[in-house]
T-cell receptor, first 114, second 115 residues
Framework: NAGVTQTPKFQVLKTGQSMTLQCAQD?????MSWYRQDPGMGLRLIHY???????DQGEVPNGYNVSRSTTEDFPLRLLSAAPSQTSVYFC?????????????FGPGTRLTVL | ELKVEQNPLFLSMQEGKNYTIYCNYS?????LYWYRQDPGKSLESLFV?????AVKQEGRLMASLDTKARLSTLHITAAVHDLSATYFC???????????????FGKGTKLSVKP
């Protein structure tokens, strides 16, 4: 199993550009989510999905879109990048109903918006 | 407002010493997680605590949960340099966001263990 994979690992954008951060998992997990991590902060939930075709907003969804067409993939789209979106982005997945199973995190994408 | 507060945020300790990291949360929760993050790396799961009084141990780390006090602790015994990392607690609030997976994270405790 590759676990949770994310691409790219690093990205630099100019203000106003758009891009998609890719996330894939091969563990057949129903639940997937995107977090952002800023210096001195914990992780904050952007969007999440409880299964293919189902997505919902988290704590900080503005400026981001998601879709979930398959169980394996959960891309995060930045519509018009802003410097405030400079952050490290983590994708995570887990089984949805479980007694204590943890979330597995991807390696992260470090995004800089100039 | 949902809050998860960790204390302390920075911890410098000598090898061989003991210390405790505290995690307080403001909402009813049925699940608490501890993660470790090394610089520039992703998060690694350490413990999942499911019930009041739960205690889990792995090596020099021991985590406990008191759901009535809304408090979890991560105790470090006889610290070694390899434990240097940032430790996060995260809470799964009940009745939040319509999903069983959503977590609220603390800001993390940056631990530095010096010889």
């Amino acid at each position: 199993n590759a676990g949770v994979t994310q691409t790219p690992k690093f990205q630099v954008l100019k203000t106003g550009q758009s891009m998609t951060l890719q996330c894939a998992q091969d563990m057949n997990h129903e639940y997937m989510s995107w977090y952002r991590q800023d210096p001195g902060m914990g992780l904050r939930l952007i969007h999440y999905s409880v299964g293919a075709g189902i997505t919902d907003q988290g704590e900080v969804p503005n400026g981001y879109n998601v879709s979930r067409s398959t169980t394996e993939d959960f891309p995060l789209r930045l519509l018009s990048a802003a410097p405030s979106q400079t952050s490290v982005y983590f994708c995570a997945s887990s089984y949805l109903t479980s007694g204590g199973r943890t979330q597995y995190f991807g390696p992260g994408t470090r995004l800089t918006v100039l | 407002e949902l809050k998860v507060e960790q204390n302390p945020l920075f911890l410098s300790m000598q090898e061989g010493k003991n210390y405790t990291i505290y995690c307080n949360y403001s909402t009813t929760s049925d699940r608490l997680y501890w993660y470790r993050q090394d610089p520039g790396k992703s998060l690694e799961s350490l413990f999942v605590l499911l019930s009041n009084g739960a205690v889990k141990q792995e090596g020099r780390l021991m985590a406990s949960l008191d759901t009535k006090a809304r408090l979890s602790t991560l105790h470090i015994t006889a610290a070694v340099h390899d434990l240097s990392a940032t430790y996060f607690c995260a809470v799964r609030p009940m009745n939040y966001g319509g999903s069983q997976g959503n977590l609220i994270f603390g800001k993390g405790t940056k631990l530095s263990v010096k010889p």
